[in-house]
């Protein structure tokens, strides 16, 4: 795999892998919604994605006045991969028990299941057109 290692490849692999992860969370977290004592958790993927994204930089270009200069900010990995990390958080002091019986909101975890999704999909399909031009590529249709 050391072909796809400078691609986006990896990263859009670990973003899917680490969605799954989130979405597995979020499931056992409304699961456990009438579980005494059950704390919530959470999926920290997003600051380890921009921490890797910091580190591992690419050249980038500004071929019209309208684009963005991305020179200085996150603007792509080489074969850099982030880490996920499955994080325990307190989002709710012992007293405000949102379900009266844990810290687990359902309007929360649905909203944040929500934009799991979204983006799951968003990231398959960047992964798809990857996949998709490296085939045209391959066919020279490029």
Known sequence: MAM???TKIPILSNALNAYTLRHKVISANIANI?????KAKAVD????LNDQLAKNSIG????NKNHFDLSSS???VGGAAPSIVDVTTDKFSEEEMKSGINDVDIDTEMAEMAKNQIRFKYVSKLLGDSFRGLQKSIRGQI
């Open 4 to 6: 796809f290692d400078e």
């Open 34 to 38: 009438g579980t005494p004592g059950y």
């Open 45 to 48: 993927f997003e600051s380890t």
């Open 60 to 63: 980038t270009a500004v071929t």
């Open 74 to 76: 996150h603007s792509g």
